[in-house]
């Protein structure tokens, strides 16, 4: 059995989705591992200690197209290079079915087998694998000390014989994984937590951070069956702007994470919200790919409104790629290990097991 990997675009990806430590699993499991050239120069890791782990440094990528068995990647390949996969094969990766719809039909009506790792369904068995938490964790992380670095004042309260500098102020939009890494990563550092979102299940995870929940009045729970936030009533929205509304104006720095799975990241905060923050506020936009929460928000530029930096980035992995291929490229391998009949040696794509059937594309 044969597993490749080509170099993405680095352009729009510097994450890597095969790493050295990981070479050796998968040799136990009977591959052999094709790597196109400098796959991982630009993040420090040269092609000689790949070689050394057992990889195979191919300079054609065509070649490793070609005689893969299995080809895992970051995110869709370019049609180009997609073009080079035949029939048979596997593609593993986040494509991102949602955006890429036609596309990824037309691959499925020629027999390749097309896994997308974002549709992993939350079960405990497939938590190992769970591409959207190990990144979302990291996106989380960074979220907060670009946000910090970003805002001219100090972030832990100082007591000082000239006086007392006071805690700032952070709120947190949503808290799902990316959210409570923030919360905590913010509390560290010493802030004063605040974090507000529709699943009122979120409430004790975040008080266990020593964050502070906001809790809209009669709240309803908006928890899908897994485990991700759905779409508000129109009153329940009503009733979060205001409250986020009279938030806002005590708040120093915001760090916005909702999003919904395939759709239009939800506008939580409005432009009447903005003009109300105190000047040289932050906010860090983590949705900003699918539209952004807030009202001004625009991929990869920081906007700044009424002295008011908004901040949003296409992606922010691309600052911690090691760390954040590290996890990926593990969480790819235990997909790959649950993929394959030992016993035979081969690729089995069992849909009665609910990882496989979940994630395939059909």
Sequence with gaps: ????????????????????????????????ISLSENYGSHIGIKDEIFKEMGAKIVKDEVEILNSSDIIVQLGILSDDKISKIKENQTLIGVLNPYKNKKQLENLAKNKINLFSLELLPRITRAQSMDILSSQANLAGYKAVIDSFANFEKAIPMMMTAAGTIP???????????????????????????????????????????????????????????????????????????????????????????????????????????????????????????????TAFTEVDKVIEKNGIKIMGESNILNKLPVSASNLYAKNVFNFVDNLIDKENKKININLEDEIIEKTLIK
């Design 1 to 32: 059995m044969r597993i490749g990997s080509v170099s993405e675009d680095k352009n729009l990806e510097k994450r890597i989705a095969v790493t050295p430590e990981i070479i050796k699993k998968y040799k136990s499991l009977g591959f052999e």
């Design 167 to 293: 805690a700032a102020k952070v709120l947190v939009v949503g808290a799902g994984v990316a959210g409570l890494q923030a919360i905590a990563t913010a509390k560290r550092m010493g802030a004063i937590v605040f974090a507000t979102d529709v699943r009122m299940a979120s409430k004790e995870q975040v008080e266990s951070l020593g964050g502070k929940f906001l809790t809209v009045e009669g709240s309803e729970n908006l928890e899908t069956e897994g485990g991700y936030a759905k779409e508000a009533s129109e009153e329940f929205k009503q009733k979060q702007e205001d409250l986020l509304s009279e938030t806002l104006k005590k708040i120093d720095i915001v760090i916005c994470t909702a999003l919904i799975p395939g759709k239009k990241a939800p506008l939580i905060i409005k432009d009447n919200m903005i003009v109300n923050m105190q000047s040289g506020s932050v906010i860090y936009d983590l949705a900003a790919i699918q539209g952004g929460n």
